[in-house]
């Protein structure tokens, strides 16, 4: 049995050395493995990070396809001043010739001296409508406030006193007083206040109405003491009455009954 014993200690060692060898093999296979997905897991997990000499190293060209082309840095040439001057005009012409049918714009009086208050474009006979309503308008308004026909010499000078300060209202006033009434209107109450009002009225309408000027001053020097009036006239009536028979001898009323006029206004 010892010699027994002692044959199969050999063996027995040498089936541990076999065992412990492949044992040890199995574990050489298996450590590659784990290394292989360590390292799968550990390159998803972090980011791809690129060394300066890949960086640095040309794309490599797969044949068939194209490679790009590097883009080259431009460097803006300097312009000169001619060059841009040129350019300027050139911009400023092609603009203008862009569009040849375009209105300038107006300035702010042209504009409203084109549009009304509604905006809408004034035409030039509207504008002479426009003035011929608006002086109907006047005339309408200065019958409307125009004093009553005056009885005696104190309604006349009341009546003056209303329209003195405007010459119109003024003129259509002594108008509407029919000159064969004076005598009967100022009897002997005209003094020079009234006769001053009468020649300022006349004066305006002598040129559209010579004739009644002249009745109206024939009418004027017959009423009681316009003879001392008459001498008494201040410069700045008698100036006013040359006026008028200035204006009716260039008329068609008669000369002598012009210079008749002349002589009793010592004109």
């Known amino acids: 049995q010892q010699q027994q014993q002692q044959q199969q200690q ?36 972090a980011p791809a990070t690129s ?20 883009a080259k840095p431009t ?19 092609s603009s203008s010739s862009s ?9 702010g009086w042209q504009q409203q001296e084109r549009e009304g208050r509604s905006g809408a474009v004034v035409q030039p006979h509207k504008v002479h409508e426009a003035a011929a309503a608006k ?3 006047a005339i309408a308004a200065l019958s409307s406030r125009r004093p009553a026909a005056p ?12 329209v003195s300060s405007d010459l119109h209202a003024l003129a259509d006033y002594v108008q509407s007083i029919d000159p064969s009434q004076y005598p009967a209107i100022f009897k002997t109450q005209m003094d020079n206040t009234c006769l001053s009002h009468m020649l300022r009225g006349l004066q305006q309408i002598v ?39 200035g204006a009716m001898e260039a008329s068609s009323i008669n000369q ?12």
């Open 10 to 45: 050999p063996q027995q060692a040498r089936r541990k050395i076999q065992v412990e060898e492949a044992d040890s093999d199995e574990e050489d296979d298996a450590l590659p493995a784990t290394t292989a997905t360590s390292s799968t897991h550990s390159t998803r997990a």
């Open 151 to 162: 009885k005696n010499a104190v309604d006349f000078q009341n009546a003056c006193k209303l």
């Open 99 to 107: 569009s040849p049918c375009q209105p300038q714009q107006q300035t």
């Open 207 to 245: 040129k559209d109405n010579p004739s009644f000027t002249t009745n109206a001053l024939q009418q004027l020097s017959s009423v009681s003491r316009f003879s001392m009036l008459a001498a008494m006239m201040p410069k700045a009536d008698k100036a006013i009455v040359r006026e008028m028979l």
């Open 75 to 93: 460097t803006a040439t300097p312009q000169s001043p001619h060059s841009a001057t040129a350019a300027a005009l050139s911009d400023s012409s």
């Open 256 to 267: 002598a009954v012009v210079q008749d006029l002349r002589a009793r206004f010592k004109a």
């Open 51 to 70: 060394s300066p000499q890949a960086a640095k190293a040309p794309p490599t060209a797969t044949p068939g396809a194209s490679s790009p082309q590097t």
């Open 135 to 137: 002086a109907a308008a």
